[in-house]
């Protein structure tokens, strides 16, 4: 399995980005997809998680509102809208993907990662 995500770049606070992170080399229905966060001295965050058929999602409390998770199953891909971002919000995002059913938001429990887009956002 593979995942590229992209879509991350430069934005004043209060704008929009949509990053993408699209699948290979596996089933992607068979997976539910995450997508973490990680700022530079810090360690990696949870950011957000869908379900396989993308019917479930759960998000961190403080993107909760402001982001949004889908995925197109036929696209092999999954999406975050990252809407109203704030210079905290400055991170490399990554998308991993997942297995198992439990315990959602632990890194330990996603099998694959991709490499990570960057995500900076200016006050």
């Known amino acids: 399995v593979q995942l590229q995500a992209s879509g991350g770049g430069l934005v004043q606070a209060g704008g929009s980005l949509r990053l993408s992170c699209a699948f290979s080399?596996?089933?992607?229905?068979?997976?539910?997809m995450g997508w973490f966060r990680q700022a530079p001295g810090l360690e990696r965050e949870f950011v957000t998680t869908?379900?396989?058929?993308?019917?479930?999602?759960d998000y961190a409390d403080s993107v909760k509102g402001r982001f949004a998770v889908s995925r197109d199953n036929a696209k092999n891909t999954v999406y975050l809208q990252m809407n109203s971002l704030k210079p905290d919000d400055t991170a490399v995002y990554y998308c991993?993907?997942?297995?198992?059913?439990?315990?959602?938001?632990?890194?330990?429990?996603?099998?694959?990662w991709g490499r990570g887009t960057q995500v900076t956002v200016s006050s």
């Open positions: 869908i379900s396989r058929s993308g019917g479930t999602t």
């Open positions: 991993a993907a997942r297995l198992k059913v439990l315990d959602k938001r632990n890194r330990s429990t996603y099998d694959y």
């Open positions: 080399g596996g089933t992607f229905s068979s997976y539910g």
